[in-house]
């Protein structure tokens, strides 16, 4: 039978039908207003997925975290406002009659990855997404390394620094607070006085004219992720890295550079393998259906 899977973002709200050989049949995609409550934004779905009810057996979700997996939860997430303590897979199972698993949106795109995509046929395989955040994932043999508290893989949490700046939800120091987008988005404001783009930081300021204070961003960038990744394989030891999300793919030469830094956090540099993400925002739909589809 088909499956379901829904990939609930902060502006976006995506939802799609998917075949048993994992191929998209339909998919709508609205937009996700603030202004309304969980409840009425998660309706705008429940048309779309009730006209293909009788030819699918469930429904997966993937949705930003922190999420309890067991209860079906989303518990607080800073980028969903109004979707506090919000039993999603209660409300999702009662209007459509359908089972319903949730996870997050960072696990199940990495679930696509290792199950279908760069890391298809690996036993182990940790993803890491580079975007306006870090997210991370892993698994192991097909099968989602969730944690006892829905918590494994959270590699945006990670202390690799001394920096003191944090955020709400993550170390001083971590990953998340160094790398991803906000972050940048931070140091170059206090260098330049400016929003500064992210490909313009790598492409223009960094590659073409090495400009000092974007080589200082984009290295100190590069070596704490690279420290993350040495670090996720002192503990894991995966067969492969998969790295996917805006700021890894569209940065001309980003996944090279971090490949090579890395080499000198691992206890075995010839191991390490690196691998870019292939689906691309479709990951997210896909492992969300995967999670249905693979019971």
């Not at 030819?55 to 975290?65: A, E, H, S, T, Y």
């Not at 990951?283 to 969300?288: P, Q, S, T, Y």
């Amino acid at each position: 039978m088909h499956s379901i899977g829904i990939d609930i973002g902060g502006t976006r709200l995506r939802c799609a039908e998917f075949s048993e050989n994992h191929e998209i049949i339909d998919v709508i995609n609205i937009p996700h207003e603030t202004g309304l409550s969980a409840e009425a934004n998660m309706d705008k779905l429940i048309d779309f997925i009730l006209a293909r009810k009788g030819r699918c057996k469930g429904i997966g979700i993937g949705c930003p975290g922190p999420l309890d997996f067991p209860a079906g939860k989303v518990l607080n997430p800073p980028n969903l406002y109004g979707w506090k303590n919000f039993e999603i897979v209660k409300y999702v199972e009662c209007k459509t009659g359908l089972k319903t698993i949730l996870n997050n949106d960072a696990n199940v795109a990495g679930l696509a990855e290792a199950s279908l995509g760069a890391g298809k046929g690996f036993q182990s395989v940790f993803y890491i997404t580079i975007s306006t955040g870090i997210g991370g994932a892993y698994i192991y043999r097909g099968e989602l390394v969730n944690g006892a508290h829905s918590s494994a893989g959270e590699a945006y949490n990670l202390i690799v620094c001394e920096d003191h700046y944090h955020s709400d939800s993550a170390n001083p120091g971590s990953i998340n607070e160094m790398c991803g987008g906000k972050a940048l988005f931070r140091q170059t404001w206090t260098a330049y006085k400016r929003c500064v783009p992210t490909k313009e930081l790598y492409d223009e300021l960094y590659l073409k004219q090495r400009e000092p204070r974007a080589v200082e961003i984009v290295e100190r960038c590069i070596d704490n992720m690279a420290k993350g990744i040495g670090n996720i394989a002192c503990i894991v030891d995966p067969d492969i890295f998969i790295i996917g999300g805006s700021i890894a793919l569209r940065s001309s030469g980003f996944l090279e550079m971090l490949e090579e830094r890395a080499k000198g956090y691992m206890i075995h540099p010839s191991y390490l393998r690196i691998e870019t993400a292939r689906f691309g925002d479709d990951a997210g739909l896909m492992g969300a259906a995967l999670l249905i589809s693979n019971r």
